[in-house]
């Protein structure tokens, strides 16, 4: 089957790497701006010449794909959204762009369709910025758009009978947290209660429809809109936080697979609650197979690789309170045969501890504290010598012993002294 401009998909992908030749337009072939004078744009996971269009070329491609679509699925396909070269979501300015057509060519075409509106709608509201004025603007008019269509649908006598079995209460249930979410972001206290509204209505219906994940996600949104109404940070429960992360991500995995942005979003969720319940070597783990997952489909500049790999340097910070000075540094390496580790700091929280105002020391390792959650592993153990060689993380501390949690499964936590411990920096 053809593509409906009859233009063959990987027509201009050869030879970016050595400059042999420049990149095109695969749908025009044209290698300069098109008619406007907007240049060739390329925003998705496609890498050396490949995938590279004029925005007007996608639209139009779009377009006819999405008639063509309609017409044998009842919906409008994903050429919108998804780059035909290498079958990954289209990002940051160009998603952009793409979901604002996407919106227009379904009001010219099919307003009639409500499913297919709102759905389109929803997209474009996942890429608006509340802090940009029009963004706002074009918001709230999606937000009342959105709640007539619904209202509209549930007037209309045959809905009511299918209105949870036909997919329509789920709907529903999206679009009220979608208009949530956008009331929590503009942060206004006007706002944040009518987020609370919405976020609860959203909460009745998921719960309804035995949607647990939804309805989670809206509940843990409810208590930041709280929080903020009533001026106190949020409570987290780290133990329920790490189940619904970890919920969260195993729902996105088998739904959308490994390599999906959302999954590798996900996934870096439930890394930071591994971390924040002391589970280093877990989080480490789970975050290098992410940024290896996403470096590898999507490439090293897209922003799901830029974010995991971010994540990743940030968790192999081991931070180590230094007993003698009673602040928090981070150990670099150990030195003298092991009995001295170099650190770096103190850590400063505020935005203001600049890298120039920390110090780089070398201390005897008996000065050196691992935090909470730091990857260790055993050594110079004569009575438990099976454990040498196994890696944990730390947890309490207590009289010069730590209690250390191991990875290897059948292995109970052990307390251990901190002299038989060592960092380790670089996870085998």
């Not at 009978?161 to 789920?170: A, C, L, P, T, V």
């Not at 290098?288 to 996403?294: C, N, R, V």
Request: glycine share 8%; with cysteine; aromatic share 8%.
């Amino acid at each position: 089957m053809t593509h409906p401009m009859s233009v063959e998909v990987n027509m201009c992908t050869n030879n970016a790497a050595d400059g042999s030749s420049s990149s095109c337009c695969w749908l025009c072939l044209g290698d300069g701006p098109d008619a406007s004078g907007m240049p060739l744009t390329r925003n998705c996971s496609c890498r050396g010449s490949s995938g590279f269009a004029h925005l007007s070329c996608i639209i139009r491609y779009a377009e006819i794909d999405g008639r063509n679509s309609f017409q044998s699925t009842g919906n409008i396909g994903a050429a919108f959204q998804e780059c035909p070269n290498c079958k990954q979501e289209f990002q940051n300015d160009l998603r952009y762009h793409l979901e604002r057509a996407r919106v227009s060519f379904i009001e010219k075409e099919f307003s009639n369709d409500h499913m297919v509106h709102l759905r389109a709608l929803i997209h474009r509201m996942r890429v608006l910025d509340v802090k940009s004025d029009v963004d706002k603007a074009e918001g709230d008019q999606i937000c009342f758009k959105m709640i007539s269509i619904i209202d509209e649908m549930k007037g209309h006598p045959s809905m009511q009978r299918d209105w949870k079995s036909g997919g329509f209460m789920k709907m529903e249930a999206v679009v009220l947290y979608v208009v949530g979410l956008f009331h929590m972001n503009i942060g206004s206290e006007e706002n944040l209660r009518e987020a609370l509204d919405y976020f609860r209505r959203a909460v009745d219906l998921f719960t309804l429809l035995g949607d647990e994940i939804n309805m989670m996600t809206a509940k843990k949104n409810i208590s930041k809109v709280e929080a903020k109404l009533h001026g106190v940070e949020v409570y987290y429960d780290e133990g329920s936080n790490l189940k619904f992360s970890q919920k969260q991500y195993n729902y996105w995995f088998e739904k959308l697979g490994e390599h999906h942005p959302i999954t590798i979003r996900r996934g870096e969720l439930y890394a930071h609650a591994l971390y924040c319940s002391n589970q280093g070597v877990a989080a480490e783990r789970l975050l290098t197979k992410l940024a290896a997952i996403s470096r590898q489909v999507h490439g090293p500049t897209h922003n799901s690789t830029l974010s995991a790999a971010s994540a990743l340097k940030d968790i192999k910070e081991r931070r180590v309170f230094i007993d003698s000075r009673k602040e928090w540094f981070h150990a670099l390496r150990y030195e003298n045969d092991g009995l001295s580790c170099v650190v770096k700091g103190p850590v400063v929280e505020s935005a203001h501890g600049y890298e120039d105002h920390m110090m780089t020391l070398s201390l005897p390792i008996t000065d050196v504290l691992p935090a909470p959650g730091t990857p260790v592993v055993c050594q110079g153990l004569s009575e438990r010598a099976h454990l040498n060689g196994k890696i944990g993380d730390t947890q309490g501390f207590n009289g010069g012993q730590f209690e250390v949690h191991f990875e290897e499964a059948g292995l109970e936590p052990a307390i251990i002294k901190h002299e038989n411990l060592r960092i380790v920096f670089e996870l085998p």
